[in-house]
């Protein structure tokens, strides 16, 4: 069982940053892929961006390359996502999740089965 507890969301001007964190309990951590998708309201939730067991590999969506970055601190039992150049669109709910299966690839968003409570991070225009 892992359970997942994100922070970091608020209201924010467009153009401007947040960092996202999650905090993961259990010992096998270190061992899933983590990922964040997000929700607005009347939409289906979006898989925004992935991270391998390791941070060697990275997926994100193609509506955040280049601003949005994805993270991990091992030791600290912690996932990031550093959101830069916010757009009004980027407006949801932020959900932290983990993979059921060790060492799966990020990329996959059907490994994904641990759900955070979510943030709400609002982008104002």
């Known amino acids: 069982q892992v359970q997942l507890v994100e922070s970091g969301g608020g209201l924010v001007q467009a153009g401007g940053s947040l960092r996202l964190s999650c905090a993961a309990s259990?010992?096998?951590?270190?061992?899933?892929?983590m990922g964040w998708f997000r929700q607005a309201p009347g939409k289906e939730r979006e898989f925004v961006a992935g991270?391998?067991?390791?941070?060697?590999?990275?997926y994100y969506v193609d509506s955040v390359k280049g601003r949005f970055t994805i993270s991990r601190d091992n030791v600290k039992n912690t996932v990031y996502l550093q959101m830069n150049s916010l757009k009004p669109e980027d407006t949801a709910v932020y959900y932290c999740?983990?993979?059921?299966?060790?060492?799966?690839?990020?990329?996959?968003?059907?490994?994904?089965?641990?759900w955070g409570q979510g943030t709400q991070v609002t982008v104002s225009s």
């Open positions: 999740a983990a993979a059921l299966n060790y060492y799966s690839d990020p990329a996959v968003r059907d490994e994904y089965f641990y």
């Open positions: 991270i391998s067991w390791s941070g060697g590999s990275a």
């Open positions: 259990g010992r096998t951590f270190s061992r899933r892929a």
